[in-house]
């Protein structure tokens, strides 16, 4: 099984600071990588796939990069929107597998 | 648009069995793989089972081998998932989820095994 390793865990930010949260594969998976947002009490939505691929409707602040084994997700100018958990997911084979999350908080 | 609702959640007993239902609409149901995704609460997510669009191929993560079983009825637009011997371990809000790469998410329902 490919194991997804995210860091950090959770990380505390202001308005306005540039966030990275990086995702690391435990083999080589291309660029079959996809990253969720979580709010409280809601379902995952998809913000990136393909690695760095933006979902519709999605703002251009976040964006997404990488292939192989290691992934980041930039979020440009956080928002009070924007606290959230976020995750990534391999799609490269099954069974499909999450990092652990990375919870963003306010500073 | 498309639209994913999950059913049939609820409090059951350890050993004991429950079926989930989501009801798919606003895309072509039959040419996409579909999955299951829990989280247990206060955790992370947790990838279940996948099924191809065909339902001729169907995935299951190990802790839940053996003991649940998913489906898919195209001609009803609706995905299941059988869960047998279910434990308390299993308890968490179950979503089902379209494509591979979980483009949409239904909302989700609850499951918990307890006595």
């Known amino acids: 099984d490919i194991q997804m390793t995210q860091s950090p865990s959770s990380l505390s930010a202001s308005v306005g600071d540039r966030v990275t949260i990086t995702c690391r594969a435990s083999?080589?998976?291309?660029?079959?990588l996809v990253w969720f947002q979580q709010k409280p009490g809601k379902a995952p939505k998809s913000l990136i796939y393909?690695?760095?691929s933006l979902e519709g409707g999605v703002p251009s602040k976040f964006s997404g990069s990488g292939s192989g084994t290691n992934f980041t997700l930039t979020i440009s100018s956080l928002q009070p929107e924007d606290f959230a958990t976020y995750y990534c997911?391999?799609?490269?084979?099954?069974?499909?597998?999450f990092g652990g999350g990375t919870k963003v908080e306010i500073k | 648009e498309v639209q994913l609702l999950e059913s049939g959640g609820g409090l059951v007993q350890p050993g004991g069995s429950v079926r989930l239902s989501c009801v798919a609409s606003?895309?072509?149901?039959?040419?996409?793989?579909m999955s299951w995704v829990r989280q247990a609460p206060g955790k992370g997510l947790e990838w279940v089972s996948g099924?191809?669009?065909?339902?001729?191929?169907?995935y299951y993560a190990d802790s839940v081998k053996g003991r649940f079983t998913i489906s898919r009825d195209n001609s009803k637009n609706t995905l299941y998932l059988q869960m047998n011997s279910l434990r308390g371990e299993d308890t968490a809000i179950y979503y089902c989820?379209?494509?591979?790469?979980?483009?949409?998410w239904g909302q989700g329902t609850v499951v918990t095994v307890s006595s």
């Open positions: 989820a379209k494509d591979i790469r979980g483009g949409d």
């Open positions: 606003g895309f072509t149901f039959s040419s996409y793989a």
């Open positions: 099924i191809s669009g065909s339902g001729g191929g169907t």
């Open positions: 083999q080589g998976i291309s660029n079959y």
């Open positions: 393909a690695a760095s």
């Open positions: 997911q391999q799609y490269n084979s099954y069974p499909l597998t």
